[in-house]
C-alpha cells in the first residue's frame, strides 16, 4: 500500500535532501509509520484521503527513525551527555498521544453503545 505521506514532505521537515541509502531507510520508514498508523486507525488506501493529523503522525514517526536509526537513548563522549527519555518511542513506533490522535482521526475515540441480546431477547 502507498505510504500515508511522501518522502518530499519528510525532507522538508529534515531540512534536507535525502539520497542513496538514506533515502531508501527513509522510505521504509514512510512505509512502517504509515502501516503502524493504519493499524491503530482506518485503512486509507487513497494518501489523499487520509486527515492531515494523520500525515503528520506518520511523518513523525520516520523523521524520528531518519534522524536515530539504531534508536539510540543516550550518548556520551567526554564531558557531553545527551539521553532521551525512555518514554519516548522510538524508530517508527509511535507514541500513546500518537495512537489516540489516529483512533480519533478515524472517529474510533471515545465511548460506543453496543446493543446486545441474550436468548433471543433485547438486554
Known amino acids: 500500500m502507498t505510504p500515508l ?6 525532507e522538508a521537515r529534515l531540512g534536507r535532501a535525502l539520497a542513496g541509502e538514506e533515502r531508501t531507510q ?3 520508514a514512510l512505509a512502517d509509520a504509515s ?31 531518519v534522524r536515530n536509526p539504531e534508536g539510540y537513548r543516550m ?3 567526554g564531558a557531553y551527555q ?3 527519555p525512555a518514554s519516548l ?7 500513546e498521544a500518537e495512537i489516540r490522535l489516529v483512533r480519533s482521526a478515524a472517529g474510533l ?5 453496543v446493543p446486545m441480546e441474550s436468548l433471543g431477547g433485547s438486554l
Open 82 to 84: 545527551y539521553q532521551l
Open 26 to 28: 527513509a522510505e521504509a
Open 35 to 65: 502501516a503502524q498508523v493504519r493499524a491503530h486507525g482506518l485503512p486509507w488506501p487513497d494518501p489523499a484521503t487520509a486527515p492531515p493529523i494523520v500525515v503528520s503522525v506518520v511523518l513523525a514517526a520516520a523523521e524520528r527513525r
Open 89 to 95: 518511542p522510538v524508530g517508527a513506533a509511535l507514541s
Open 109 to 113: 475515540a471515545g465511548i460506543f453503545s
Open 75 to 77: 550518548e556520551m563522549q
Open 5 to 10: 505521506a511522501d518522502l518530499a514532505a519528510l
